[in-house]
């Protein structure tokens, strides 16, 4: 490969950024709703929600790395609601209020994917997307982006009722339940394939991969995060690959376009 490519790995949450807020907000509310408990105050319900997800960090990450199935997982998921606040759930509205986190994100999201798209077909750019994720997720970015007739690859097996989304555009995605792996250990797997580190600079001019900056408001879901882009930064920079944190807050950086393009001319001028 001669060196004139830039190689860039980057998460899918920093492309379908996840809100976590409206998810708790959706639980509180179909647990007022169950109680028949219209004085009961929603902020006492936050700390019981937050242990729940701290309780269940292990089946969380278990979902992820494709050891439960989506129907365990949502039974064990369901069981703990069940024991914390007294209340059932049914699945569809466990569903319903996961889903909200993709949701209120839409537009941003479908933006972050088109910009991808566009950068990927410009000469000496290469994306490959990794997802430390579940199946749940990565359902609902199907149905978002067939209903915005947006390019995509997946497969889809009914036996287990497991999608696998394997581009967007030309973009190569790789899915860490499907690979029964890891965030760190699937980040690890694809730098390897990609580059032999002892080659380095003779097979691209620039490589980074590129995370996000962690400020999700519940506590236990900020903890969980923060442990996993912790992990992938540490594999990132034993490859010598550069950490790029994407602060869409940046006016310069708040498009997926002007980071790829802050990085690309800021290494223009070393």
Do not use: C
Request: a neutral charge.
């Amino acid at each position: 490969m001669s060196k004139q490519q830039n190689l860039f790995i980057i998460s899918l949450g920093e492309i379908f950024t996840p809100n976590y807020q409206p998810v708790v907000m959706e639980f509180i509310g179909l647990i007022k709703n169950k109680k028949n408990n219209p004085n009961l105050d929603p902020l006492t319900l936050i700390p019981a929600i937050t242990q729940v997800i701290k309780k269940s960090d292990d089946a969380i990450q278990a979902f992820k790395q494709g050891i439960l199935s989506e129907n365990e997982f949502n039974v064990y998921m369901l069981d703990q609601i069940q024991k914390t606040f007294d209340v059932e759930f049914t699945i569809e509205e466990f569903n319903q209020a996961w889903n909200k986190k993709e949701k209120s994100e839409q537009v941003n999201n479908l933006n972050y994917a088109k910009e991808l798209i566009d950068l990927a077909k410009k000469e000496g750019n290469k994306f490959i997307i990794i997802s430390y994720t579940n199946n749940k997720d990565i359902r609902d970015v199907i149905e978002l982006l067939k209903k915005e007739n947006i390019k995509i690859e997946y497969d889809y097996n009914p036996e287990s009722d497991t999608y696998n989304l394997r581009k967007i555009g030309n973009v190569n995605v790789r899915l860490s339940y499907i690979e029964k792996i890891d965030g760190k250990g699937l980040l690890k797997k694809v730098i390897k394939e990609e580059i032999d580190t002892g080659k380095f600079s003779d097979q691209y001019s620039y490589t980074a991969y590129i995370t996000g900056t962690n400020k999700i408001e519940n506590e236990a879901l900020r903890e969980q995060l923060e442990r996993d882009m912790s992990a992938n930064k540490n594999v990132a920079h034993d490859a010598k690959i550069h950490v790029i944190e994407w602060d869409k807050k940046e006016e310069k950086t708040k498009t997926l376009t002007g980071l790829v393009e802050n990085i690309i001319s800021t290494q223009r001028t070393r």
